[in-house]
């Protein structure tokens, strides 16, 4: 019974081979089909599918040089709180935002609030509140800025539905 479901299990493997057909009825729409629908309809010769097989690639640069202890190691940032499509209950209408930053000295970080940006000095504080925010659909970001103001790295981006508080009766 074993070999009986394993001969079935390989059968399944084996690539299916099946003759695709077109044509055209009489309003002029193109059609395609596995059976032809009449006499004299001869199958199509598609193309190849297109395949990938991946070749060998070195290795990043970072990989292949020595790290030089003097130089500071890249900057990151990534949204911790809220997750993207969070729906958010405030009856303060305040979303509370925790990053997970990097910060080389110099460095601060900025809060975006539906494109806006909501601090108007770099903070080195990985937690913002967004206060008063209107109910709906809206997207939070946050950005690593050098001392000069020159954006280093930007978070991905985070979408949130900002809703009243459900009141149970």
């Known amino acids: 019974m074993r070999a009986l479901i394993a001969f079935a299990l390989l059968l399944n493997l084996l690539?299916?081979?099946a003759e695709v057909y077109r044509w055209t009825d009489d309003k002029g729409v193109v059609h395609y089909g596995d059976k032809p629908p009449k006499e004299g309809v001869k199958p199509v010769e598609l193309p190849p599918l297109q395949t990938y097989s991946p070749s060998a690639t070195t290795a990043p640069a970072a990989a292949r040089e020595p790290a030089n202890p003097a130089l500071p190691t890249k900057s990151s940032l990534r949204i911790v709180s809220p997750v993207n499509d969070d729906t958010l209950r405030d009856a303060a209408q305040s979303i509370s935002m925790t990053v997970d930053a990097a910060l080389q000295p110099g460095q601060g970080l900025l809060f975006f609030l539906d494109g806006v940006q909501q601090n108007k000095v770099?903070?080195?504080s990985s937690a913002w509140l967004f206060e008063n925010v209107?109910?709906?659909?809206h997207q939070l970001g946050?950005?690593?800025v050098a001392a000069d103001g020159r954006e280093i790295v930007?978070?991905?981006p985070?979408?949130?539905h900002m809703k009243p508080p459900v009141r149970l009766r």
């Open 15 to 17: 690539p299916a081979h």
């Open 122 to 124: 770099a903070t080195p």
């Open 134 to 137: 209107e109910r709906g659909e």
């Open 142 to 144: 946050a950005a690593i």
């Open 154 to 156: 930007r978070a991905a």
């Open 158 to 160: 985070v979408t949130v």
